[in-house]
């Protein structure tokens, strides 16, 4: 059975940081492409940054690059999304898929809340 497990949400003030994680279990973890993606109250989902099977490729979303960043540890089936420099329109559900690097994901976690607010 495929699972994808977020932690690691929370309320935060502007300017802190969050470490997001997204556990997999259930399929070859090594073979995959993960992404991070989020969805705030009223839009629709949206891309945020991804990682390729080794994590030789990674790419962001313009809003996020130079605070956020992603990596996995294929050891651990793990991947992560380190969250610098948060603002409030970073607040959303944020979700990890995995699949094909250029395609949309297969599997999607069941999501984690970020709140940014004073």
């Known amino acids: 059975q495929v699972q994808l497990v977020e932690s690691g949400g ?3 003030q502007p300017g802190g940081s969050l470490r997001l994680s997204c556990a997999a ?5 090594s073979s995959y492409g993960m992404k991070w993606y989020r ?5 629709e ?6 990682i390729s099977s080794f994590g030789k490729s990674t790419n962001y979303v313009d809003s996020v690059k130079g605070r956020f960043t992603i990596s996995r540890d294929n050891a651990k089936n793990t991947v992560y999304l380190q969250m610098n420099s948060l603002k409030p329109e970073d607040t959303a559900v944020y979700y990890c898929g995995a699949g094909p690097w250029r395609l949309d994901p297969t599997y999607w976690g069941q999501g984690t809340q970020v709140t ?3």
């Open 25 to 29: 279990s259930g399929f070859t973890f």
């Open 10 to 12: 929370g309320l935060v």
């Open 39 to 43: 969805q705030a109250p009223g839009k």
């Open 45 to 50: 989902r949206e891309f945020v940054a991804g």
């Open 116 to 118: 940014v607010s004073s």
